[in-house]
């Protein structure tokens, strides 16, 4: 049976790309899906969609329930939900951080939990989460307050999964991009030189790497994706 994945925002921009290479590469993927889109990916066979909000616990709890019913054992989380917003500190209210935090952090938690005690279970899995450079360079996230400060937690939530995966064959990687090439961008961003930017599908074959036999070896790992932006 083909490697089996849960995939998080895998109808975005940069779910796309990574949904068309791992799948062309034979992996079965069982992602979440929101009202409007309970039809993606009908016409590809190693695609499951399951309905649910991310925000909520109980359905992310049922969402990986369903999907280890499904596949039997699940080997890897690749979480590309997430949002951005600008915004200076000084500007930021308590509902701009809950709405990143919810967007960013609390979509990745709510799987994560379950996929865990999952991996705990049958002796080891992989958990790839999406970083931002603003959470690692603090100077570029001045104008991202919100935004930064959900995605720390993101390195932080792989550290500790790192320290506790140890000795269990249960690793956390992070993807750092600096900016994707994706249609949103672009249109945000008009004059800039989209060359130097990161391709949606650079990435996706990072992840596919990630989780090849060669790329499963890698510890405690954060790749940068940067290309000249």
Known sequence: MSKQLIVSGATGN????????????GYGLHINVREGKTDAYRDNANVSNYFADLASEEQSEQFVAEAIGNASRIEAGVFLAGGFAMGKLTDTTDSDIEKMMTMNFATAFHLVK??????????????????????????AGAGSFAYTLSKTLIFQMAEIINAEGKSK???????????????????????ADFSKWIPASDIAEGIAFILSDTGSKLRQTVLKFYNEA
């Open 14 to 25: 940069l779910g796309k790309d990574v949904v068309k290479k791992l799948t062309d590469l």
């Open 169 to 191: 064959n249960i690793r956390a990687t992070v993807i750092v991009p600096s900016i994707i090439d994706t249609p949103d961008n672009r249109s945000a961003m008009p004059g």
């Open 114 to 139: 379950p996929l865990m005690k999952h991996f705990e279970a049958v002796g080891g899995g992989q958990f790839i989460f999406i970083g931002a450079r603003p959470a690692l360079v603090a100077e």
